[in-house]
């Protein structure tokens, strides 16, 4: 019997989640895209006299403010803007119901219009400062 095993998955499905307690959990507004879920860790040097070429250790993981980018409308904008800068719980679902998995993390969001164009669609950018590290796990841990 020939084992079967997923070549890839989409982004259909992916949701953007907040909660204050972290039990009770919302859709903040629907998203257009995602940030890169971590970052590479600081390099740290540890070449000496004796090594031909520059040696490094892994150092602390590097985050950048993680910008989601989502329709406009008044209502959406008004319904983010009314939970920014204040400490919350975050998770992505990835697919259906996050059946690719779940990602969560804790910190705080600011919300402001992007720029516009001719023929073009009005967006906004939510920009989350995380303060915790992001654990990624099945929908069943989350």
Not at 43 to 61: C, R, W
Not at 77 to 84: D, L, Q, R
Not at 108 to 124: C, K, T
Not at 127 to 137: D, F, G, M, R
Request: proline share 3%; net charge negative; hydrophobic share 35%.
């Amino acid at each position: 019997m020939t084992e079967v095993t997923t070549k890839a998955v989409s982004t259909i499905g992916t949701i953007l989640e907040v909660s204050e307690n972290g039990t009770d959990w919302e859709k903040l507004c629907r998203i257009k895209s995602y940030p890169a879920l971590g970052g590479a860790p600081e390099q740290l040097e540890t070449t000496d006299l004796e090594d031909e070429v520059q040696t490094f250790v892994p150092g602390v993981q590097t985050m950048e403010a993680m910008e989601f980018t989502a329709n406009y409308t008044l209502e959406a904008y008004t319904a983010v803007k009314a939970k920014s800068m204040k400490a919350l719980h975050y998770r992505l679902k990835m697919g259906r119901d996050g059946q690719d998995g779940v990602a969560s993390w804790d910190g705080q969001h600011a919300v402001y219009v992007s720029e516009g164009e001719v023929n073009g669609i009005r967006q906004m950018t939510i920009s989350v400062s995380p303060s915790t590290k992001i654990e990624i796990a099945g929908v069943e841990a989350a």
